[in-house]
């Protein structure tokens, strides 16, 4: 199994990115699904994280302008971030806890990151 983000880069404040997260696997099926992020000289922090069923959860700092999503056919997660500051500014990581078959335990799987610069 692996992940493949994608959708980081350059944006000025004010503006919009979507990161993707693709899983690969045909059998695999995601429980759940959370977006991190790491800037530099500083801990990774959780995002946004979906644990299914429409539940989902927000860091304060991105509330209103950040969505998790997820498209379950397709295997593939999603950050939609709007309204972009030079503080979110970031390597962004999706994680995902999941399995191949129903009955094995659910694994956890990190994506290889992707950068988000947001200029002020």
Known sequence: VQLVESG?????????????????GSTFTINTIGWYRQAPAKQRELVAHDKGGGSTTYADSVKGRFTIS???????AYLQMNSLKPE???VYYCNVWGRDYYYEPAKEYWGQGTQ?????
């Open 8 to 24: 980081g880069g350059l944006v000025q404040a004010g503006g919009s990115l979507r990161l993707s997260c693709g899983v690969s």
């Open 116 to 120: 988000v610069t947001v200029s002020s």
């Open 70 to 76: 997820r498209d379950n056919a397709n295997n593939t």
């Open 88 to 90: 979110d500014t970031a």
